[in-house]
């Protein structure tokens, strides 16, 4: 089978994908501009078949019929063929490297990040945009959590911190301006108003 | 806990395109050996990565798309602010007003028609949409820029590699068995507590809003004020726990849409009464302005938004569990 419609996943007809100005779907009539790399012609590499265990021989941890062919250089566990782990210059079993023990953390790539900037700034700015009354507790709120938060990684692909400056002005302001009104109204109280 | 050492940084540059909407965003950044694409729903951000050497193919085909993006929703913003001073403006402005609305409405629906695309990334194992390009102008720039570094990487095909396609599949096989056990994950709740308080509350105000839409004692508005809290506590709990995986995502798009209309009920309220003339709404209690005329009017409008939210909040709990679709954020 082709490539395939980025509309309706069907598959684009060759001579279309000839066309110099772009492939029409056949099925959903859309003109789709394609971009071809070699890897689409990269044939996958077959997967290693673990050898059998025979009788007396060391058998993996994982797959009790298959034979050891190393042992994890992080807990010493034998790996078969399918199992070891190929990780810098050291052989090491799937568990280890899933547990991100010792440098396998350094190397896992994130997969997700909690915005703790956003969450700083949303606390403030949305408590006084849906219901203002309640900065009372979000602006202490934003002035705890923003120093508490300030170490952790941020997003991978903006560095800085603004959102956190910006987060601890605004609630700054919201509790100064709280200050102030509490302060106008034990006056007022106090002068019999 | 996340872990507090950052991994050796890696330097990615921007890519032409962004999509960003109320609560979610997506973006594709360009490091030296790899495309990262970032979606981004609330407070979390989600990465997936296509190295260059396994990029197969990027298509880009036109089609009618409609994103409400947050630039869109700060132009209608825009244009809406001179509502607020209504009163002051000349005579002729309603028509310039008007003129520009329909102006900005017709240049985005031709743009949604006939300048919007979707682009899909084929690697041998995945196939994914790349969100971030929805505008053919924005895309054709994306696939300019991106098109050298992957042929750096790769090489560049012949002239003729249409003919050679046809034994091919871009994209993961079909008989592909699945790269990681399903099960393994701890199934997501349809509702909590926190929703059901939701719920309840939402109907509550309702209730007592149509109940007393002509008379407003000072007892029933400090219940009303209760009830608001109420509401936005239990909703600031959903997102929580959403946030921490306990709750699945319908809940929480219940929970944001009181949130929203909370502070537009609130603040249209306040705003009307600035502008009202003075003692047209002097009553007995604190709470004597929500029966300036346009605040009524106002207080239906809210309580059958807040009946229809609560019962989409009821169909989700009710809902039996194997009728619901599988939840695509955390799958």
Known sequence: MPLLCARCQMPLPRWELASSEGARCTSCWSLNTVRAFPALFRQAAAPARPAVALDGEAACYDHAGKRAVAACNQCGRFVCELCKVEFGGQLWCPSCVAAGSGAARAAHPDASRVLYDSIALALPTLSLICFWPITTLTAPGTLVFTPVKWKQPLSLVRRSRWRFVVAMAIALVELIAWLWLLVYWAQRLRSGH | MEPTSVQPSTPYRKLPGRLRGIGYGSSVWMAPDHLLLVSSRMFREEYK????????????????????????????????????????????????????????????????????????????????????????????????????????????????????????????????????????????????????????????????????????????????????????????????????????????????????????VYYVATTTAAFAPSGRFAGPSVFSRVMFPQSVLLREIAAGIYIVLALIGLTIILRPAAARPPDIIEN
């Open chain 2, 49 to 264: 990565r296509f190295y260059l050497r396994d990029i197969q193919a990027i298509v880009m085909a036109q089609r009618p798309r409609f994103p409400i993006s947050t630039r869109s929703l700060a132009i209608a913003f825009a244009w809406l602010f001179p509502w607020v001073f209504w009163i002051l403006l000349p005579a002729g402005f309603g028509f310039v007003w008007w003129a520009v609305a329909a102006v900005l409405t017709g240049s985005w629906l031709v743009f949604s028609f006939f300048f919007s695309c979707t682009c899909r990334l084929y690697t041998a194992v995945s196939n994914d949409p790349l969100p971030s390009l929805y505008r053919t102008w924005t895309a054709r720039k994306f696939l300019d820029e991106v098109k050298p570094w992957i042929d750096d990487a790769q090489g560049s095909l012949d002239a003729n590699w249409a003919e050679a396609v046809e034994s091919r599949e871009a994209g993961p096989a079909a008989a592909a068995p699945p790269t990681a056990p399903a099960a393994a994950r701890p199934a997501l709740r349809s509702h909590t507590t926190a929703c059901l308080v939701l719920v309840v509350s939402l109907l509550a105000e309702a209730a007592l809003g149509l109940l007393t839409l002509h008379y407003v004692s000072t007892a029933s508005g400090w219940i009303f004020t209760c009830l608001s809290l109420v509401q936005i506590s239990s909703a600031i709990l959903i997102l929580i726990e959403r946030q921490r995986r306990i709750l699945r995502a319908a809940m929480q798009r219940v929970a944001i849409a009181s949130l929203v209309v909370q502070g537009l």
